[in-house]
């Protein structure tokens, strides 16, 4: 993988999610031009991207993309569903190929064949009629108003034009950011079909030398072109708002000749004059001939030609110049008129040039290579690989843990060594050094920052395509896109909002007759939202589909072996509802690739929890149902309670710390060989940290004979943790566990304190 192609890579999937977003914007807006616009040119832009690679099958099926959008965008086909599902499935392909790439560094072999099939899928979808640009769709490129046409191409195509032969002007100007869509003008140029002529120039004036942007076009193309405008239409066809096509016309007056013509022109009268008794004079004679002739055809006056052979020849024959002489004169008489008309304005304008140059302020600071927005003081987006902002999050986590030191240095510099001014000059540098760390970690919090809209995207593509396979209708809304969280929270998000949004519409929203029998309207709703609520980001999905049914769950779940029919006879509705979480219960009726194998809502809550966040459903039946995710916002610094138990220190994340108390041994019960407390007129079962790790030691009592509880909430309840001592609160780094002890459950990572002590965090839910 060359940074080249890892670059083209990462812009392809960017492209792919945006073309996806596009065409479900267009099923709704089907007359959206500017939408069809955009999303063509973003294909467009992938096919021209992908030629810089060698990826045929990539590039046939883009194109054919391409030219179907193309037929779309130019009103010769209608956009409809199926044409959706086309250009999908195109899309599709293109991001497994790009999967390829990146495990492989290429594609693989054996997709031609998949790649001709979709091809010819979505060019079947052009009518015959719609496949070539038809007379209309080539006046559509024709300037409203005829260009004046240079003098050189107009002389230049006057010799070249055949009777009766149609010409066309073009002039193309290429868009100044083209070079990044993968567009090479000087190619297309030189691809024209039955090109006569064609010159460059700039389509803007040009800026100093240390102001220019080599990275931005700013040339224009003019041309003579005699092939038909059908044919010429269909050459620019993917950049038609960038050309004008004007019907060529052959100049009838004669052009006045440029004075550097007049004066070749005269030089040769001069050479005629020397002395005729020399033995070159043959040679002289065809070489003043030649260079006439070259004159006058370049100046536009090849009809000024008639003779000149003659007198050539009645020259050699006499061995004297001055039949020639006699030829050239009258010539020269009728070419010579008033040759200063065009050299004062130009003495004008470069006098005014250099006016106004003198009075422009000069910018010596140079700007090779840099973009003119750049001049301007705006910002740009710098794609960072995401290794160098986790590696640049560690310094500053090890860095975090060496300021953390300080204090301790300042107590043994006071209690150890007796310097009280040392401990205080320690302390001074410890503030300072601490506010510049938080500054620091704060700034790269932000770096790691994300909207949710980067998960919430892929969602339009995935309700579609399950609600039309289920024959249901179904609105989904997005709010919230632009809240925002840590890189590793957005990107835990994603399974379970699929397996929400699945469950939701395959056992939520009922089908249209079922809705319209209800009372509902055929199409059901799908809300997906995100928000901020303090230091959690929150995201809520609600449907207004048939709901949950507790009795329904109940059945299930005694059935399927979870509860036995006592305790399904006393459970709250609420509480049988978050059955649904039960690891292998499944409501659904059939098994199908969408539902019934047991697996879903259990998945959603562990992987929740894994980035300490909750989860909460409510439902109603015959109404809908919600489901509330809550979320830190960033998981790279956390805040823990510090502990001691058998003699160690453990970290518990204070996400999940309800309270910490301290009670008398005697108040500890057993319940079905079970330890518990009543707290505030509540019982919460207790479990002994030092049995949980397999530690050989009671838990310690302190001097008055009492226990350090630790409660903690797990799926909604209370439940204390017996432990030591109870020590300090503290922000911490976290690294997770890697090599051999990768593995092992219970534990959430590592951190270092300030002192250099390895802290283990304890994962609770995990280890309960």
Known sequence: MTPLLQQFVA?????????????????????????????????????????????????????????????????????????????????????????????????????????AELSAMLRALIPAAAGAPTQAAARSVLAAAPLSLPKAASRACARLATPGQPLHWIRYTPEPECYFKGEDPFHHVRQVPQMLWYGVSASAPWPPLTELDPYRSVLAFELVSAAPAEELAQHFRYVPEQVALTPFVSPTEVEAPSAACLAALAAQRDILALPDDVKWLPGRLQAVAATLRACLSAC???????????????????????????????????????????????????????????????????????????????????KVDQEKIDRMMGLIGEMVVAKNGLPYLAVRAEQTYGSADLARE?????????????????????????????????????????????????????????????????????????????????????????????GKPAEGLLLLRASQEADRVVILIADDGKGIAPEVIKRKAIEQGLIDAETAARMPDQEAINLVFSAGLSSAETVSDLSGRGVGMDVVRNAVEQVNGTVALESVPGKGTQLRLSLPLSMAVSNVIVIESGGQLFGVPMDIVVETVRVPATALRTFKDREAVVLR?????????????????????????????????????????????????????????????????????????????VLMILHPKDLL
């Open 426 to 518: 320690i302390k001074a540098q410890y503030a300072v050094i601490n506010r510049i760390a938080e500054e620091m970690q704060d700034a790269i919090m932000q770096v790691r920052m994300m909207p949710v809209s980067v998960v919430f995207q892929r969602f339009p593509r995935l309700v579609r395509d399950i609600s039309r396979k289920l024959g249901k209708e179904v609105n989904l809304v997005l709010e919230g896109g632009e809240t925002e969280a840590d890189k590793n929270i957005i990107e835990a998000l994603a399974d379970p909002l699929i397996h929400i949004l699945r469950n939701s519409l395959d056992h939520g929203i009922e089908l249209p007759d079922q809705r319209l029998a209800a």
């Open 681 to 757: 007129d509540r019982v919460v079962p207790l479990r002994r940290l030092n049995d949980l790790l397999a530690v050989p030691a009671p838990q310690r009592l302190n001097d008055d004979g009492e226990h350090a509880i630790l409660v903690i909430r797990v799926h909604g309840a209370p439940l204390g943790i017996v432990v030591d001592q109870f020590r300090e609160v503290a922000d911490i780094i976290l690294k997770p566990l890697s090599g051999i002890v990768a593995g092992i459950a219970g534990y959430a990572g590592t951190a270092l304190l300030g002192d250099g002590t």
């Open 300 to 382: 536009g006056q090849p009809q000024r030609l008639d003779g000149l052979d003659g007198a050539l020849a009645a020259a050699l024959a006499q061995g004297a110049a001055a039949p020639l002489g006699a030829w050239l004169e009258p010539v020269l008489a009728a070419l010579q008129g008033p040759l200063d008309a065009t050299a004062a304005p130009a003495t004008e304008t470069a006098a005014t040039t250099a006016a106004a140059t003198a009075a422009k302020p000069v910018d010596n600071e140079p700007k090779f290579g840099r973009r003119q927005e750049d001049s301007a003081g705006n910002s740009h987006t710098l």
């Open 11 to 115: 812009e392809s999937r960017d492209f792919l999610q945006d073309i996806s977003a596009r065409l479900m914007q267009l099923e709704a807006e089907p007359d959206n031009s500017a939408l069809m616009g955009e999303l063509f040119r973003l294909v467009h832009t992938l096919k021209g991207n992908c030629g810089l690679f060698d990826f045929p099958e990539m590039a046939r099926v883009l194109h054919a993309g391409e030219d179907l959008m193309m037929a779309v965008r130019d009103g010769r086909l209608r956009y409809s569903m199926g044409l959706a599902d086309g250009l999908l499935d195109a899309m599709d392909f293109v991001g497994m190929l790009l999967d390829e790439i990146v495990a492989h560094g290429a594609s693989q072999a054996g997709h031609a064949a998949e790649s």
